[in-house]
């Protein structure tokens, strides 16, 4: 799959875009909480972009006021995805994905992205995608080696009923971040 996915902060994802040293970002997922604003940077970014604004919670709401993301930010993922898949340039530029931490939200969307690409029963392999993100982060300097990913549980979910996957990206993420959820099992998150 040729799509290069990094995954970083967004304090880190701002900084990039406003450094002219940064060059061969070519697209933009961008991943905030519901009452964020985007950052400068990120909204000059004059290639592809997508915006999404869900708090990181793993339900559909918290009765403080935050929301979980939902089945259209699913939606949006996968259209974008399949526009940058469509589009031969954009296809082979080097993508930047970012949330708060670069974490979960956006391990989450890097899956879902790989998944909606690499299509039925490689959902290991979008596992894998979202490993090779991490590494590739790490290599360029955008992220601290002692973060690691914890994909949050309801957009992979979501992209797993929305893709048609019948639990196999669920449990394909359980198996690739046991690490990150304990003993608890992925699947019952939702």
Known sequence: MPLSFHITGRDVAADLLASPR??????VVSIGGTTDDMPASLA?????????????????RHQLGYFGPSADDVEALVAFSRNLASDRQLWRAKGLVHCGAGIS???????????TLLG??????AVSTLHA???RSLAEGWRDPGVGF???RRLVWLADEALGRSGRLLRAVEDGFAYAYGTEAYVRGR
């Open 22 to 27: 940064v060059t061969g970002i070519g697209w």
């Open 44 to 60: 000059a970014f004059e290639g592809p972009s997508l915006r999404l604004n869900f708090d990181d919670i793993e339900r559909e």
């Open 105 to 115: 939200r956006s391990a989450a969307a890097v899956l879902t992205m790989a998944a």
């Open 120 to 125: 039925p029963g490689a959902e290991s392999n």
């Open 133 to 135: 993100a991490r590494f």
């Open 150 to 152: 914890r994909p949050n």
